[in-house]
């Protein structure tokens, strides 16, 4: 328990004591997570493009889309967010995800 140390603010994430995150520690955190996951390193920007891009390969309404990534334009979410795959690119994508699935149980 924190108590009086505690610091109120308006923020989402804060530290355990109510402080805002150091960016530095938040992408260290986020490494961490992901090295433990087991998954590539991305920089956290690019889960937001990620997500986008995920979405649109999931046939999701782009409306449903720029709400979920809180765009205000649906251009910004369609044109800078979200790329949507051509077939030829999801057989690809599948085959590497396939290949790093079985280098990874090595």
């Not at 997570?33 to 937001?48: E, F, G, K, S």
């Not at 449903?64 to 369609?78: A, E, G, P």
């Amino acid at each position: 328990m924190v108590g009086d140390a505690w610091k109120t603010s308006d923020l989402t994430f804060t530290t355990r004591t109510g402080t805002p995150i150091e960016p530095r520690n938040f992408n260290r955190a986020f490494e961490n997570h992901c090295r433990r996951a087991n998954v590539p390193r991305i920089r956290v920007h690019d889960t937001r493009h990620t997500c986008g891009s995920l979405l649109a390969a999931l046939d999701l309404h782009p409306r449903v889309t720029m709400r979920i990534l809180r765009h205000s334009q649906i251009s910004m979410t369609m044109d800078v967010y979200t790329q949507i795959p051509s077939p030829e690119t999801l057989k690809a994508l599948d085959r590497l995800n396939q290949s790093l699935y079985r280098s990874s149980e090595s």
